[in-house]
């Protein structure tokens, strides 16, 4: 199962993301959250404490290539494997949920436009 939760800020978005990774990583044994917001807030939501929430890793930009399949479209492929990408970044959080933070915008990176 996939399941997205979008919609505008402040809307709650990441409570109710947190609140039903939890619940399904309870009745499934796990679940993979990733958190694309440029300022995420998702491990707070998911319970773990600011700092450690702070200290997680992003998946960098450099594991994947753009450019253009045979029929010119534009494509995004991944350089690593979805799992190894997983072993490396992924963070444990309480009830079975491992957290994956794709996109926050790091302090070097704010007004490079």
Same mark, same amino acid.
């Given at each position: 199962m996939k399941v997205a939760v979008a919609g505008k800020g402040g809307s709650g978005k990441t409570t109710i993301a947190g609140t039903l990774?939890? *619940?399904?990583?309870?009745?499934?044994?796990?679940?993979?959250a990733i958190d694309a917001d440029p300022n995420p807030n998702l491990? *707070?939501?998911?319970?773990?404490?600011r700092v450690k929430?702070?200290?997680?890793?992003?998946?960098p930009h450099s594991f994947s290539h753009h450019g253009k399949n045979a029929d010119g479209a534009y494509s995004v492929e991944l350089d690593v494997t979805p799992e190894d990408i997983v072993a490396r970044y992924g963070?444990?959080?309480p009830d079975g949920v491992t957290?994956?933070?794709i996109g926050r915008v790091e302090p070097h990176q704010a007004g490079a436009g």
């Open positions: 990774a939890r *619940v399904l990583a309870r009745e499934t044994g796990g679940v993979l491990a *707070v939501s998911l319970g773990l404490d929430a702070d200290a997680i890793e992003p998946v963070k444990a959080a957290l994956l933070l």
